[in-house]
């Protein structure tokens, strides 16, 4: 691949000229249009009324409820480079993202909006990683490139019961051919209670072709006293049977930390880096435990050629020191790149089952 190609930009390309055509979708310029933004002419009633047209007269949109509105709607070929969303936390469990490339049936990624900014439970959360960030106060920054080759549409369900006003957006992307090997970044959300005969959430199933994983994010629950998290991440690659190729020995160990990740008081000590975090650790009173954890595998990509699943275990300790099996509350969203088509994805659950407890 050419090192000047817009999907390989990164700052050691960042000064190598391009082909590419770089634009820009908002609500300023919906169609991401040539001389297109800041075109909306104010009323009497607008922010910008004694300004007038070219000042900021529609720098947001209102989702209705029951609606969906689209955000992008792009021709290609060509790479999204970087998507900036901020919007009332009410948003972020009841409004569902869709991602559809080259005019597939269903989507590629369809995901509650805050969980894959990483903000589960519907709660803001700051986090300072490289594919993700999100900035005071709940600014999404999307970092991940989602190469298109002939269109690309992004989507937003609001499947709220009430209109949610100040929905701000930004989709900055970059016309170009795009590279043969470029595989499409998927997404997918799952939720369980785990049975304690069986603790087992699945993270990912079903997955078929070629292609590499590339992300987990956990909005983590936790429904027992103790320690919650002696449960083993696996991930089961090209026909695995009962036993996963990849097995990992705990889930602080899997998200880059180690012994509980306790800091110096004994409770959990959040963090945040580039490609691991538990940027939520929330104990309040009067509320069960909640904790959100990012593993982003830029570096260490899971490749698969025909299919895979991928599971985490809910597991504590008994006071004799023997494994617990828990019945946690674990919403899950996972991340990978695969060439086209992809299987069908579970059906996504009913707001109510979405909520945060």
């Known amino acids: 691949m050419d090192s000047t190609h817009a999907f390989a930009q990164g700052l050691g390309n960042i000064a190598r000229l391009s082909s590419a055509k770089t634009r820009s979708i908002s609500a300023e310029n919906p169609k991401g249009q040539v001389g297109g933004g800041a ?47 901020t919007v009332d936390p009410k948003a972020y469990r009841d409004c569902i993202l869709r991602c559809y490339w080259d005019g597939e049936a269903t989507p590629s990624i369809e995901v ?38 002939m269109s690309a549409k992004i989507t937003v369900e609001n499947q709220r019961w009430e ?16 590279p043969d090997d470029a595989a499409y970044l998927h997404a997918q959300w799952r939720r369980s209670v785990t049975d304690r005969r069986s603790p087992d959430h699945v993270v990912l199933d079903g997955v078929k072709g070629k292609g590499h994983y590339v992300g987990t994010y956990l909005a983590w629950t936790q429904l027992a006293n103790g320690w919650w998290g002696e449960g083993e991440i696996k991930f089961f690659i090209d026909g695995d049977g009962e036993h996963p190729t990849i097995c990992g020995t705990g889930t602080e160990d899997y998200f880059g930390g180690a012994w509980c990740f306790h800091g110096p008081d004994g409770r959990e000590e959040p963090y945040s880096t580039p490609f691991l975090g538990l940027p939520l650790v929330r104990h309040v009173d009067n509320e069960v435990p909640k904790f959100g954890l990012y593993r982003w595998h830029v570096m260490d990509p899971v490749r698969f050629h025909e299919d895979l699943r991928v599971t985490i275990q809910a597991l504590g300790w008994w006071p004799d020191h023997k494994y617990q099996p828990l019945a946690d509350d674990i919403a899950s969203t996972a991340l990978w790149y695969q060439a086209e088509p992809h299987a069908d994805f579970p059906a996504m659950p009913e707001p109510e089952d979405r909520w945060p407890r």
Not at 163 to 178: C, E, K, M, R, S
Request: proline share 8%; net charge negative.
């Open 163 to 178: 209109d949610i006003g100040g929905f701000f957006y930004q989709i900055t992307y970059a016309l170009d051919d795009v």
């Open 39 to 85: 075109t909306e002419v104010p009323d009497e009633t607008s922010a910008a009324a004694r300004l007038g047209k070219g000042w900021k007269v529609r720098p947001c949109i209102t989702l209705e409820a029951g609606g969906t509105e689209t955000l992008a709607d792009i021709d290609g070929p060509g790479t999204i480079q970087h998507i900036w969303i």
């Open 112 to 149: 509650p909006l805050g969980d894959f900014f990483a903000c589960g439970h519907a709660l803001r959360t700051k986090v300072n990683s490289l594919p993700i960030a999100v900035n005071p106060s709940g600014g999404f920054n999307s970092y991940w490139p989602m190469p298109f080759r």
